[in-house]
């Protein structure tokens, strides 16, 4: 794939939704490459970053952030037109992010609990990804991304490679760092199993359980594009670990809570909370 | 983005001068300045971040899910915010954390200090002094310079990094201490990158002594946190320059936060004025409690203590980076690891309040939990909604200076104003496209 015609340079845009800043902080935080960067790539339009803000066409446009105003909804339609590669970055741009937790809620009542005014506030009742409203080209996941994992991907699409980005779980990495399972020798909730790595199984090696930055891992079982056996951690988090059912209910509904296969898990336990308090 | 010219407007119209996104800072809102009969009219700060709810949802999460969920608030500043969390919750909890554990908090707060204000300072404040869109752009002549910033800034997230699993929205703070603590041989590993930092600190309060600041001094309020013999970062008693003294649990009863159509962030007031939170607050409320190795670096820059010059922010954020790094040497060099990673917790109902020193300023915390450990109410005030009102009236002040120059100088300045704040408008949404209107 040509990135770019000629000797051009090619332009990046990066561009903010609802989030915290912290993917945008991780291209800063490339602090040997840093440098680098800005002299392959025209940092057309990057506010964070920098004060020059040019209008597209962009080549590579990184998106952080989740939709959830009716202004974004437009505006993200804009950045996709103006873009040829559109790549998401972060569990928000990717899943929703955390504030997708609204999406279980009545948003009315959130308004009045956190703003004295609650008539003031426009925003929608959800919060999605970017993927629901436009055509992705590449996502990477992790709240935040894995800043190696972004620089490894800006690369190779700047050498003309179609970037591979490894959806294996947490588990994968965790056993080549050497850890001790802090499911089996803890008796953690550990969500590595059924959570996509990317992180170098951080939580873990830091003697906790993982809650999930990456999002969903595909397929350990069935292969590449096949959700992960949730359903089945799920079962052991209640049978062997004792988790009550609100429990598992929150152990799947957190940073990634709106991702489908999290999801589904969630509204399952949720279901079976709700039955549980019914008999 | 910048905003068509007004020359081509009929000369009786309103004039408005619209500027996209202010650069430059954390997150994303606007300013909107009117300006009638030659004076400025009005001053408003819109923060466009849309609202992410974080005080409604932790209603119903579990108290040891709240240090990984409210570090999503901002993932410039996360420490500040898992710090102030825990700490309100073992204020519940009747958990007092001390020794080596209590030192290792200030340490990974240390880390955040250095890699926000190396930020901040090196790629998006100095840029304005030295008239470049970008630290990146910068670098192309003032390469030492950048190199330098981006170093310090880098061994700041590597003491994070070590403490916290990552420097971005860090994983072993808990209620009660860490899931790990490191060993004296991987904290003794950071400390020849720690020291040449320092150096290179010193180096940074004499560039930045260097610059030239417009003459503006407007009389602030000062709030900080002041410890009885440290320089604050989790502890302390609420002061202001005008004698406030009081503890987190009081800080409802003095400062109010309030809420403007303009804005989907709160401002907050003490006793019904603006006041300022941040590194000027602090340096110049806890200067007796800086090393004397940091004010013999302010002295050999020509500069003493206080500073009233919010431009100068930049030198108090300097100073801040040498303390951080000082006091993390001096930290690790006594560290002793601690018997177990975290104490022992034992669930209580009950409300807890805390206030610590985010980057920015005072970020306070309060949390209602039931006897299962369930957050009921949660209230978060963090510092750029503070120092929101504070803005708006540098601006009103300042822009007189400015008024007879032309639209994209008058909007330059404002930016410049507000970056003086280091604002994060990702934590305020609970900030900048500029919008000037003038009656001609």
């Known amino acids: ?279 | 983005m910048r905003g068509e010219s007004p020359a081509h407007q009929p000369a009786n119209s309103t004039r408005t001068i619209a500027i996209g996104t202010i650069a430059r800072v954390e997150g994303e809102g606007a300013l909107r300045v009117t300006v009638k009969q030659g004076t400025v009219h009005e001053v408003e700060l819109r923060i466009f971040e849309p609202p992410r709810f974080f005080e409604a949802f932790l209603q119903g999460r579990h108290y040891d899910e709240v240090p990984d969920i409210v570090a999503r608030i901002c993932g410039i500043c996360p420490v500040a915010y898992q710090m102030s969390a825990v700490h309100a919750i073992e204020r519940i909890f009747g958990l007092r954390v001390d020794g080596p554990l209590r030192e290792l908090r200030r340490l990974l707060y240390c880390g955040e200090w250095i890699e926000s204000h190396a930020l901040h300072v090196y790629l998006l404040h100095a840029p304005d002094f030295l008239g470049y869109e970008s630290g990146i752009v910068m670098a192309k002549d003032h390469a030492a310079a950048v190199t330098r910033g981006l170093r310090i800034k880098k061994a700041g997230n590597a003491l994070m990094t070590l403490l916290g699993g990552r420097s971005v929205h860090p994983v072993s703070v808990k209620v009660g201490g860490f899931s790990r603590v490191p060993s004296r041989r991987e904290l003794e590993g950071l400390k020849d990158e720690l020291s040449w930092a320092r150096d290179a600190a010193i180096e940074t309060i004499r560039w930045v002594a260097s610059f030239s600041y417009p003459d503006f001094v407007p009389d602030y309020t000062f709030v900080a946190l002041r410890h009885e013999d440290e320089y604050p970062f989790n502890e302390g008693r609420i002061v202001s320059s005008n004698g406030l003294a009081i503890s987190a649990d009081e800080f409802e009863r003095h400062f109010e936060e309030q809420q403007v159509p303009h804005s989907t962030a709160l401002h907050c007031r003490l006793n019904g004025a603006s006041y300022q939170v941040g590194p000027l607050a602090r340096v110049n409320l806890n200067r007796d409690r800086l090393s004397p190795a940091v004010m013999a670096a302010l002295k050999d820059a020509g500069l003493s203590l206080p500073l009233r010059n919010p431009f100068q922010g930049i030198v108090a954020r300097s100073v801040e980076m040498l303390y951080a790094l000082e006091e993390a040497l001096r930290l690790i060099d006594r560290y002793e690891p601690p018997p177990a990673p975290a104490l022992p917790v034992t669930v209580r109902a009950g409300v807890g309040m805390a206030c610590t020193e985010a980057p920015r300023g005072i970020l306070y915390h309060r949390y209602r939990i039931d006897g299962n450990g369930l957050i009921r109410e949660a209230k978060i005030v963090p510092p750029t909604s503070q120092n929101q009102g504070r803005i708006e009236e540098d601006l009103r002040l300042f822009l007189p200076r400015v008024l007879n120059e032309a639209d994209e100088a008058i909007a330059l300045s404002c930016e410049k104003v507000i970056r003086c704040y280091d604002p994060c408008i990702s934590c305020a949404t609970h900030f900048l496209k500029l919008e000037l209107q003038r009656d001609l």
Request: charged share 25%; hydrophobic share 40%; proline share 6%.
């Open chain 1, 1 to 279: 794939m040509s990135f770019v015609e000629g000797q051009r340079k090619p332009r990046l845009g990066v561009f903010k939704f609802a989030s915290c800043d912290g993917c945008q902080l991780s291209v800063l935080n490339l602090e040997d490459e840093l440098l680098l960067l800005g002299a392959a790539l025209d940092i057309a339009y990057f506010p964070e970053a920098s004060s020059r803000m040019e209008p597209g066409p962009y080549d590579l446009a990184l998106v952080e952030g989740s939709i959830t105003t009716e202004e974004d909804e437009h505006r993200i339609k804009a950045v996709r037109e103006q873009a040829k590669v559109l790549m998401t970055i972060g569990a928000c741009a990717t899943a929703g992010g955390i504030q997708a937790l609204r999406n279980w809620a009545d948003i009315g009542s959130y308004k009045q609990c956190v703003y004295p005014r609650p008539d003031f506030i426009r925003t929608l009742a959800t919060s999605t990804s970017i993927a629901d409203h436009v055509k992705v080209d590449y996502e990477l996941r992790g709240c935040p991304i894995d800043k190696d994992q972004l620089l490894r991907v800006v690369t190779d699409l700047l050498a003309g490679v179609r970037p591979r980005i490894p959806a294996d779980s947490v588990c994968l990495e965790c056993k080549r760092r050497g850890n001790v399972c802090v499911v089996v020798a803890k008796g953690m909730p550990c969500l590595g199993p059924v959570t996509s790595g990317g992180c170098g199984a951080i939580c873990p090696s830091m003697g906790r359980d993982c809650y999930g930055c990456f999002g969903p891992a595909e397929g350990m079982a069935k292969g590449v594009g096949y959700p992960p056996n949730t359903a089945s951690l799920a079962k052991q988090f209640h049978d062997r670990l004792g988790l009550i059912p609100i429990d598992v209910v929150r152990r799947f509904r957190g940073i990634n809570g709106a991702a489908a296969s999290f999801r589904r898990e969630s509204e399952a336990w949720a279901v079976k909370r709700t039955n549980s308090e019914g008999s």
